[in-house]
């Protein structure tokens, strides 16, 4: 019952997942070997878990000790039945082996293994534990010295037990030249821990003879918001290369104007690509403003979510778009074919000084805009972006022109150095225009130093991966050096470095200017984007309308009232098939799954209410 009354959010989840990478199993995740060692129990105390902790490893138990204490006083006192603690210790135990249990832990997450905060169950221990320590509270526990005694030696003992488990792994990973420290905490902490756990013990112990007084109480209440306060402070220790907070505040006051300013307003859509480093410069580490869209209420590209859907995260980056992982796009690696694509009708540049300049491509803007049948024959080749972007254009035409030339290579010289080849090419464009960089198979974490001429070049990453990177403007035939580094040998670098024909590509844009998809209200989107209309002129040489929005079965499509099928295009965006002439398309949006969960959820609600009612008449019949 409990399962079918929340499927009206559990069966549009499910359905939402599978569309995204989450839906592939990996072996692995599955066998039945420990998650964690029992340095764990470091996070029994004020300070071991922080941040980078949380992110990749061992779960965070900290709840304070009043309820650790409380937890122990459940099991160890004679005052709770002994059935009561058999169903508690099974329910612990369960989700506690959930979590060190690889097998298990995977299970619970929805049989695919998160890639940082590894265990999230973690947080219905601490509700468990917290329940458990307040009945135990209720039920008088708390006044057994003798069962407080034992419960205080045993979270001591565990505390003990998991920092000399984090001291040897120390050792191990010094030893072994491992690269992460498993356990942040050390000997302060732990001496601060144990000074808090004996405090509390001992305001526990004399409030045991000493029920009615209210300075115990109140003492004992200091006591828990003095332990709680500090794990707080502790635990934002390694918090501080997020920056200050009067800095971030003020940067982001200052954007937001900035950016309401340029995207307020807007009479037809189109997608801004937004580089704030008056933003970035609040924090003190790399900040890639993955989902400031979201943050500053605009539209873009740029997004970090586990729910993004596959098809679409792949076609992006098979088109160059800098991916770290399945879980993140960026408009980094963005050239004037995906910018028409994706309807990139504006570059805005705040400066960190709050000066700022912005660039309009009126021709960009549209939901999208007609091309040839042609489209859906398009199908990207793994790790060839320039050839994929040729062909998204050919597709688009009907024709096979070719935007992106090869350089000619005049000399390539590479080193392997620690694992890194290191490159220095010599290279002719046979183009005048934008030069382009795109090294696909190295690792996000390598930092490419890119130089040319000898500069290093400027780019907005710190740390770059498998975009294309823009090397600067050139003219044909004049030779000039690149250097750049690669975690991978590359097997051809004329498939890597090309030149860009910006004039003829300018007119291609403009041809294709007069077939835009024009919405009507674009200002509405932000709060009714799953209900809105366009208009768009279609011809027999441009009949589909290539939508930039990711491919989702919640879509729904009319011409002129009238439904009509959406296709998946290039990979993983819409696409519509239309007869020449001027349409009007009404588009809505149903959330996959969710009205067969509003459904279930109906039945399960019928049932309960069935259930008390029965359960309700069946004790009215055990009294008469």
């Known amino acids: 019952m409990a399962a079918s009354l929340a499927a009206f959010l559990l069966v549009p989840t499910v359905i939402g997942m599978l569309a995204t990478c989450k839906s592939s199993l990996n072996p692995v995740s599955f066998l039945p070997i420990p998650r964690f060692l029992p340095s764990v129990f470091t996070a029994l105390g004020v300070g071991a878990t922080n941040f ?22 459940y099991w160890l006192s004679p005052l709770i039945t002994r059935q009561r603690k058999r169903a508690s210790f099974w329910l612990v135990g369960a989700i506690f082996f959930g979590m060190l249990i690889s097998t298990f832990d995977t299970m619970w997450h929805m049989f695919q293994m998160p890639a940082g905060f590894p265990f999230r169950e973690v947080y219905m221990l601490s509700f468990v534990v917290i329940l458990l320590g307040y009945d135990a509270w209720q039920a008088g526990a708390f006044y057994d010295r003798s069962s407080l005694i034992k419960a205080i030696t045993l979270t001591i003992s565990l505390l003990l037990a998991g920092y000399l488990t984090a001291y040897l ?43 009615a007084s209210f300075l115990v109480k109140l003492a004992l209440l200091f006591g828990v918001s003095l332990e709680l306060g500090t794990n707080f402070s502790m635990a934002l220790g390694g918090t501080d290369e997020y920056g200050e907070q009067h800095r971030f505040a003020t940067a982001f006051q200052q954007s937001k104007k900035i950016i309401d300013r340029h995207t307020g307003h807007q009479k037809d859509f189109g997608r801004t690509n937004l580089d704030n480093r008056l933003y970035k410069a609040s924090f003190n580490i790399n900040y890639n403003q993955y989902n400031d869209a979201l943050l500053f209420n605009f539209f873009g590209v740029n997004s970090y979510t586990s729910s993004m859907n596959k098809n679409t995260h792949d076609a992006l980056a098979q088109l160059g778009l800098y991916s770290r992982n399945e879980r ?14 994706l309807r990139l009708d504006q570059r805005l540049v705040i400066e960190q000084d709050g000066s700022y300049r912005v660039h309009h491509d009126a021709r960009n803007r549209g939901l999208g805009y007609a091309v040839s049948e042609q489209i859906n024959t398009y199908h990207p080749v793994s790790n060839q972006v320039f050839t994929n972007l040729n062909q998204l254009v050919q597709k688009e035409q009907g024709r096979t022109n070719n935007y992106f030339l090869a350089n000619q290579i005049e000399l390539a010289q590479v080193q392997k150095q620690a694992g890194i080849y290191r490159y220095t090419v010599k290279t002719t464009p046979r183009i005048t225009g934008k030069q382009y960089l795109a090294i696909p198979t190295s690792s996000p974490n390598q930092p490419l130093a890119v130089k ?6 400027k780019t907005s990453e710190h740390q770059l991966g498998a975009e294309i990177i823009p090397v600067g403007k050139f003219a044909k035939g004049q030779t000039y050096t690149i250097q750049f580094n690669s975690s991978t040998k590359l097997a051809n670098l004329q498939n890597n470095l090309v030149g860009f024909d910006d004039a003829g590509f300018d007119r291609y844009v403009t041809a294709t200017n007069p077939y835009r998809l024009k919405i009507s209200h674009p200002e509405r989107l932000k709060l009714k984007g799953h209900d809105f209309k366009g208009t768009i002129k279609t011809t027999t040489k441009r009949p589909v309308v290539l939508i930039s929005l990711p491919y989702d079965r919640g879509w729904q499509l009319t011409d002129g009232g009238k439904p009509v099928k959406i296709k998946k295009t290039v990979g993983g965006l819409m696409s519509v098939h239309l007869t020449p ?15 067969l969960g509003m459904l279930i959820s109906a039945l399960g609600l019928v049932a309960t209410a069935g259930f008390w009612w029965w359960f309700k008449d069946q004790n009215k019949r055990g009294v008469d």
């Open 328 to 341: 993140r796009i960026s408009v980094n690696g963005v050239t004037p074919v995906t910018e028409q694509l």
């Open 581 to 595: 002439g001027n349409h009007v398309l009404h588009f809505k949006y149903q959330t996959p799954g969710l009205r």
């Open 452 to 457: 040319v001429n000898g500069r290093r070049l």
């Open 169 to 211: 792994e120390k050792i191990i990973v010094r030893v072994t030249n491992w690269k992460f420290t498993y356990v942040g905490a050390n000997h302060w902490h732990l001496l601060v821990a144990l000074l808090l756990i004996i405090f509390i013990g001992m305001l526990l112990w004399y409030q045991a003879s000493h029920r």
């Open 52 to 73: 980078a902790s949380r992110l990749n490893h061992e779960p965070a138990l900290f709840v304070g000790s009043l309820f650790t204490l409380g937890l122990w006083l």
